[in-house]
């Protein structure tokens, strides 16, 4: 296993589009995990699985918003009529231990948003 | 509200000498905090953590204080490599899932 895949790993999209990015977390591991990160910022929780089960969301995941992981293995982030300030690298991590073990985080996909 | 701070956005070291970052917080409430580092163009990775009832949790080279009167946390680098040379961030468990992290500091280790 290779660790976190996010695919893809850069887009560009114009305002008002919908977006979808995609992460295959490590193979065994239960627990998945979106983050957010904007420049100079640390990265910012938006929402958490447990196998299929969503189990918290951050505020910061508004209606345009939607995560999916269904059969609890890879994890799909959706955004639809993408803003400017949606721009961001978006962080996927997995772990198969509580949280203060640390998390595996991907690579991240780069968001443009134009 | 920014519940973690780290105030100094990047830090200069010589290589052999020692790395001090730092970090503040402002709840108390939680049971871990964790040190991540994070290269370019690659995703944040998991150094140390420490348990609200210690003040210290050493790993190698890294070391982590935690002074809860004062609500705040160093990671400690002894000796540095230039390949330390990365963002850190300091981040605190704030549920059972979730982390919340500080803006980083980006340490430069000269040779």
């Known amino acids: 296993d290779t660790g976190v895949s996010q695919n893809p790993r850069h887009k560009i999209t114009k305002r008002g589009q919908n977006v979808t990015f995609r992460c295959d977390p490590i193979?065994?591991?239960?627990?998945l995990y979106w983050y957010r990160q904007t420049l100079g910022q640390g990265p910012e929780f938006l929402t958490y699985?447990?196998?299929?089960?969503?189990?918290?969301k951050s505020r910061l995941l508004s209606d345009r918003f939607s995560a999916e992981r269904p059969k609890g293995s890879f994890s799909t982030l959706e955004i639809q009529r993408t803003e400017q300030g949606d721009s961001a690298m978006y962080l996927c991590?997995?772990?198969?231990?509580?949280?203060?073990?640390?998390?595996?985080f991907g690579s991240g996909t780069r968001l443009t948003v134009v | 509200d920014q519940q973690v701070k780290q105030n100094s956005p990047s830090l200069s070291v010589q290589e052999g000498r020692i790395s001090i970052l730092n970090c503040d917080y402002t709840?108390?409430?939680?049971?871990?905090f964790l040190w991540y580092k994070k290269y370019p163009a690659e995703g944040p990775t998991f150094l140390i953590s420490?348990?609200?009832?210690?003040d210290k949790n050493e790993d190698g080279r890294f070391t982590v204080f935690l002074n809860k009167s004062a609500k705040h946390l160093s990671l400690h680098i002894v000796p540095s490599q230039p390949g330390d040379s990365a963002v850190y961030f300091c981040?605190?468990?704030?549920?059972?899932?979730?982390?919340?992290f500080g803006e980083g500091t980006q340490l430069t280790v000269n040779p």
């Open positions: 991590a997995s772990s198969d231990r509580g949280t203060n073990y640390g998390y595996t």
């Open positions: 193979s065994e591991h239960n627990r």
């Open positions: 699985f447990q196998n299929e089960a969503q189990l918290e």
């Open positions: 709840n108390s409430m939680f049971d871990y």
């Open positions: 420490i348990s609200s009832i210690k």
């Open positions: 981040a605190e468990e704030t549920s059972g899932s979730r982390l919340t």
